[in-house]
């Protein structure tokens, strides 16, 4: 007996492109002066504006508070005869934000010595060379000088984003700004409630801001109150050097999350009230209110070494909180116990919020990253990644006590990822991938092999020059240590097609997992993507636009009721 009800369901996500020029409307647009928005509170145009502008300056005081996680995944491209673009290297950025100083900066977490980043690369670099907090500084359209004084305001029109009504206008900076503004040029949309800046895209053309940063495409959500908080900053650029037709340079993601640090972890009622200056920091590092230890927030008897660690990484703000994404794992786990005769208590999943591609047990926790879960293509894909980890805990696979030791030792959040160590060594994962083959073969996905087997080929053909992407921060390389059993399996009938619109082998990044940004509360995306027009759409592994659908808290009843928003 097995759960037989489907829960992870194939697609394929459309390229949404977001250009920064959008169509204007045939007719000319009213005077700015004439315009009234809304007209339910009867505002001037500058009465609007000027809402706007004290709108943002409360968002970029209350912001201070926070120390978010910033992460950006970028994939430099390159052009083929026919003006296709395809990933030619990538580069992977994540930190935390801070805004404690004069302006925005980040700190970034520190990396092993065996990641991609510390090792020499095999191409050649192009410019412009990317930084971390230049992909950040899209947070805010001007942090410090965005008024009436700096910048001139033009309405555009009324949209609609999602269930939200906004005010889009256009903004430019004036003829003769200061030095030190940003100088931001595009679109904004401001909401029509409480006069929040839902969405901005453009760019800056002040010289120490524009080489810095791109064309961006930055989104909030309104999580808190009536505050819209920045999420998602989609960034692309033309190749300086390559007529336009030619395509993109790069196209990069970065989603902001983690606001709500203080109530982090599923165990947070029990935990110590965290501060900016914990006693056992180095005061020479930046540290961040999240920089402490289990040992230190959790009662030592109440939970085991597994929670800790658990917990540890849930208060870093990299592991959701339990919740129903969990349970659909937890179901497809069950599946693979029950058809193997298993005992299934004690089995849990969870799943690490960032992108880069990888899965990994603690103790009987599995655990699978937010990167691997938005391109794997169907619940057969993901019963094969499961089934390797399940193997690793059936074979009683175990850190050993030295590993152990090491969660309990005080570290701050920016050295997670060279303090913690979930990798085995080659002996290991070759039991536990010939052990998952076995448990995957008696499962009900048995008659799928060969999905998993095409996931695995379209990983090594489409990740082999996107090192960031493929590297595990945590755990070992998963296109070296998992499913290699099932990716040489002989028998299989299918292989690789690329220009086979009907075979969908992996996804693009961000096809699955809807993330909260306030609560790091994951949910899966329920839109079904549209038919594929052509193989160039299918884009697996590839960075693709955001594009979500905006609304307020508490709309859905409004909605359900028939009311108007």
């Known amino acids: 007996m ?9 697609c394929a996500i459309g390229l ?12 000319p647009p009213p005077s700015a002066t004439s315009v009234q928005a809304p007209p339910q509170k009867g505002l001037t145009f500058d009465e609007f504006i000027d809402s706007a502008i004290a709108q943002e300056r409360r968002l970029a005081k209350l912001m201070r508070n926070f120390k978010p996680v910033v992460e950006t995944y970028i994939q430099e491209q390159k052009h083929d005869s026919r003006g296709q673009t395809s990933p030619r290297a990538d580069q992977y950025f994540l930190s935390r934000l801070d805004l404690s100083g004069e302006d925005l900066s980040v700190n ?31 947070l805010f359209p001007d942090l410090d000088h965005f008024d009436r004084q700096n910048y001139e305001f033009k309405f555009v029109r009324w949209e609609l984003l999602g269930d939200v009504r906004c005010v889009a206008l256009d903004v430019t900076p004036r003829e003769n700004p200061p030095a030190e503004i940003r100088g931001f040029m595009g679109r904004i949309w401001i909401e029509d409630q409480d006069f929040n800046i839902a969405r901005f895209t453009g760019t800056y053309t002040a010289k120490a801001f524009a080489k810095r940063s791109f064309h961006f495409d930055s989104w909030r959500l309104n999580v808190i109150g009536n505050m819209w908080l920045p999420a998602y900053i989609y960034s692309e650029e033309p190749n300086p050097d390559e007529a336009p037709r030619r395509g993109l340079s790069f196209k990069a993601q970065t989603r902001i999350w983690g606001y709500d640090a203080e109530h982090a972890g599923d165990h947070h009622e029990y935990a110590k009230t965290l501060t900016d200056n914990p006693t056992t920091a180095d005061p020479n590092r930046h540290e961040t209110s999240q920089g402490v230890s289990p040992e230190l927030s959790l009662g030592r008897t109440t939970y085991t070494p597994e929670d800790q660690v658990v917990e540890r990484l849930q208060v870093a703000g990299l592991m959701a909180p339990d919740g129903p994404v969990d349970r659909i794992l937890e179901a497809v786990t069950n599946n693979l116990l029950i058809t193997n005769d298993l005992d299934t208590a004690g ?7 960032t992108t880069p591609v990888e899965s990994f047990v603690i103790g009987h926790t599995i655990v699978l990253s937010r990167g691997l879960l938005d391109v794997l293509p169907d619940e057969a894909s993901l019963a094969a990644v499961v089934a390797h980890e399940l193997a690793h805990i059936v074979l009683e696979h175990s ?8 969660f309990s030792v005080p570290f701050s959040d920016l050295e997670v ?22 448990l995957f073969s008696k499962s009900p996905y048995k008659d799928k092999l060969a999905n998993a087997a095409l996931f695995m080929q379209a990983f090594q053909v489409h990740t082999a020059k996107l090192p960031n992407l493929a590297h595990s921060r945590f755990s070992n390389g998963f296109g070296s240590s998992h499913l290699i059993r099932m990716q040489g399996v002989a028998n299989s009938p299918k292989r690789l097609r690329t220009n086979d619109t009907n075979q969908i082998a992996a996804l693009p990044l961000g096809s699955r997992i809807k ?37 307020r808290p508490g709309e859905e009843k409004q909605s359900a009721e028939g009311t108007n928003p």
């Open 2 to 10: 097995y759960c037989g009800k489907t829960l992870w369901f194939s």
């Open 16 to 27: 949404i492109l977001v250009c920064s020029g959008e169509a204007q409307n045939a007719n």
């Open 108 to 138: 970034e977490f520190e990396t092993p010595d065996h990641s991609p980043r510390k090792h020499k690369r095999k191409w050649k670099r192009t410019k412009p060379v990317f930084t971390a907090d230049g992909f950040a500084q899209p």
């Open 347 to 353: 089995i849990r999943c969870r799943v690490l919020l």
């Open 399 to 406: 850190l050993g006590a030295e590993s152990s030791s090491k």
């Open 417 to 438: 990822f060279t303090k913690l160590n979930f990798r085995f060594d080659a002996a290991r994962e070759a039991a536990a991938d010939k052990k998952g083959q076995e």
């Open 515 to 551: 993330l909260d940004p306030w609560s790091d509360k994951i949910e899966m995306l329920k839109a079904q993507s549209p038919p594929l027009l052509s193989a160039s759409e299918k884009r697996p592994f590839e960075v693709s636009p955001f594009f979500p659908y905006l609304k």
